[in-house]
C-alpha cells in the first residue's frame, strides 16, 4: 500500500532489528516542563476529553458530546499552541505521582514509534492496566522475549504484510453476506444507522476470527464489551476475573473447535497450546481491534455521501469487476484510512521509556510513559495543508490533479500506527472494510442525514459513528 502522497512506505523494522541512534546527544538535563497553567490546560482540553470518550470502548454519549461541542478541534488548537510557544518536544508532565512526556516534533514521532519496544516500550502501564482486564498476555501488553513470540504469531495468523489476506476467499465471502442484509434490511427501512450497520459488520467479524458458530453469539460479546469498558478505567479499577474467565472459556472453545476459514482456526495450527504464545489470550485483541474498524467505515461512508466526486469514483472502481473476488479496492481503503486520519481510533498512543533516553533539548528518564497525540499530527494545518480536508489522495499516491503526490513528504501520519508496533492486521482490517463498504454502495445509495452538514473541504474534529445516519435506497 502506498504512503502519503505517493511516497515509499517508511520501513518497518521487525522485532530482531531494533533501529538504533548513533547520533543520539548526550544527556545533559531534563527536556523542558510545561507550566502549572499550561499543565491544566493540557489536562482540561486534551486528556480529559480523550479519557473521558474512552480508550478502550467508546462512550457513546461522551463522544455525542464531544461532536456537539467538536471538542477534538480544542484539543488539537491546545497542543499546536504548545507547539509554538515551546518548540520541538518532548515536554514533560508536571505530574506529583507518574512521569509523563508530551511529543510534539513530527520527527519525534517516527523516532518513538520505530523506537519501540527498545527504548520506547509499547507495554506502557497504563496500557498494560486497562488491557489486564481482558487479555494480559496479549501481544500488546508484553515486553522482552514473550511479545516477540507473540508478535510473531500474531503476524503469522493476520497475514500482516499482505494486502489480501490468505483466507481472503472465505473473509470476503462471510463480510459479504452479512453486508448485503445490512443493505437490504436499510432498503427495506429507508434508514442506515449505527445500530443496523453495527450488528451487521460485528456478526461479520465474530464470524472471520472465530468462525461461523460464533455469529450470534451475543453473550461472548456482551462479556468482551463489559470488560472493554471496565478497561477504560486502566489500572483504577479491579479486574472482574469471573467476567474474564467466562470470556476465556468461550474464546477457549472456539479455538479448540479451529473452523476452518477462521483466525482462530489459523490461529490453533500456528501456536497450538504455546504456553509462552498464551493462543487464547491473542483473540481478544483481534475482537477489540474490528470494533473501532467498524466506527472507521461508517465514518468513511459518511465522507463519500458528502463527497460526491469521490463517490463516483469509488462507484467508478467497483462497478464492472466482481466483488466476490478477494482484491484491494484501493478507493474504499484509501477513503477509510482517511477515516482514521480525521478521526483516529486510537488518539492517544502510548509508550514507556525503559532506560534514559536523549534528545537536543534534554533526557527524558527511565520510566516515562511518552504520549503521542495522533490528532494533533493529523490535523495540524500549521504543518499540513489539507490537515482538515477529505483527502483520500493521501493514500492512493495521486496528487489533487491526479498525477502523482508529492514524494518528499515525511509528516507523521500513523492511522494504525508505524514502525515494530504497527497494527499487524492492518491489511486484513482495510480488506474487510472496504469489502462491506462495496457491498453496501453495490445496490443501493446512502444520502447522509445526519451529519447534515458534513463538509469534506472542512471536516469537522468529532463526527460520532453511534449518531451517523443514511436515508437509503435501492438503485
Known amino acids: 500500500m502506498s504512503s502519503p502522497s505517493g511516497t515509499t512506505p517508511r520501513a518497518q523494522p521487525t522485532e530482531s532489528t531494533q533501529p538504533t541512534d548513533p547520533t543520539e546527544p548526550e544527556p545533559t538535563g531534563p527536556v523542558p516542563r510545561l507550566g502549572p497553567a499550561d499543565t491544566a490546560r493540557l489536562a482540561a482540553r486534551v486528556l480529559i476529553p480523550t479519557i473521558a470518550q474512552g480508550a478502550i470502548a467508546r462512550r457513546p454519549r461522551v463522544v455525542g458530546l464531544a461532536e456537539r461541542l467538536d471538542l477534538d478541534a480544542r484539543a488539537v488548537a491546545t497542543v499546536q499552541d504548545l507547539h509554538r510557544r515551546y518548540g520541538d518536544g518532548p515536554v514533560r508532565l508536571p505530574l506529583p505521582v507518574r512521569r509523563f512526556a508530551l511529543v510534539l516534533a513530527p520527527q519525534d514521532v517516527h523516532r518513538v514509534l520505530e523506537g519501540s519496544p527498545e527504548p520506547f516500550a509499547l507495554a506502557n502501564r497504563e496500557k498494560q492496566g486497562a488491557l489486564g482486564q481482558f487479555q494480559p498476555h496479549g501481544v500488546l501488553a508484553s515486553h522482552g522475549e514473550e511479545r516477540a513470540e507473540r508478535r510473531r504469531v500474531n503476524e503469522s495468523v493476520l497475514d500482516t504484510p499482505q494486502p489480501v489476506h490468505r483466507l481472503a476467499g472465505d473473509v470476503v465471502a462471510t463480510v459479504r453476506e452479512e453486508a448485503r442484509l445490512v443493505a437490504q434490511q436499510a432498503a427495506r427501512t429507508g434508514r442506515l444507522d449505527w445500530a443496523a450497520y453495527s450488528t451487521g459488520w460485528r456478526r461479520a467479524f465474530r464470524r472471520v476470527v472465530l468462525g461461523d458458530a460464533a455469529r450470534d453469539d451475543e453473550g461472548l460479546q456482551q462479556d468482551l464489551d463489559a470488560l472493554r469498558y471496565r478497561a477504560n478505567w486502566s489500572y483504577f479499577l479491579p479486574r472482574s476475573r469471573t467476567r474474564r474467565d467466562r470470556l476465556r472459556g468461550r474464546l477457549g ?216 445516519r443514511f436515508r437509503t435506497t435501492g438503485r
Request: overall charge negative; some cysteine; hydrophobic content about 45%.
Open 253 to 468: 472453545q472456539y479455538l479448540e473447535r479451529a473452523e476452518p476459514g477462521s483466525l482462530a482456526g489459523l490461529l490453533a495450527q500456528t501456536a497450538g497450546e504455546d504456553s509462552v504464545v498464551d493462543p487464547v489470550d491473542q483473540i481478544p485483541q483481534w475482537l477489540f481491534a474490528f470494533d473501532p474498524a467498524g466506527m472507521a467505515s461508517i465514518r468513511a461512508l459518511a465522507l463519500l455521501a458528502a463527497a460526491p466526486e469521490e463517490a463516483g469514483r469509488v462507484r467508478a472502481e467497483i462497478e464492472g469487476v466482481d466483488l466476490d473476488v478477494p482484491q484491494e479496492l484501493r478507493r474504499l481503503r484509501a477513503a477509510v484510512l482517511e477515516s482514521v486520519r480525521l478521526w483516529p481510533t486510537t488518539p492517544m498512543i502510548l509508550r514507556e521509556t525503559t532506560r534514559d533516553v536523549s534528545w537536543p533539548t534534554g533526557r527524558l528518564a527511565a520510566g516515562t510513559a511518552v504520549l503521542v497525540y495522533a490528532p494533533f499530527f493529523h490535523r495540524d494545518d500549521d504543518g499540513l495543508a489539507v490537515a482538515h480536508r477529505f483527502t483520500p489522495e493521501l493514500w492512493t499516491g495521486e496528487g489533487h490533479d491526479g498525477t502523482a503526490g508529492d514524494a518528499a513528504t515525511d509528516w507523521p501520519l500513523v492511522p494504525f500506527s508505524e514502525g515494530p508496533g504497527v497494527c499487524p492486521g492492518q491489511n486484513l482490517v482495510l480488506l474487510t472494510t472496504s469489502t462491506f463498504l462495496a457491498t453496501l454502495l453495490e445496490h443501493h445509495d446512502h444520502a447522509l442525514e445526519h451529519p447534515a452538514s458534513l463538509d469534506p473541504d472542512h471536516v469537522p474534529g468529532v463526527v460520532s459513528p453511534f449518531r451517523v
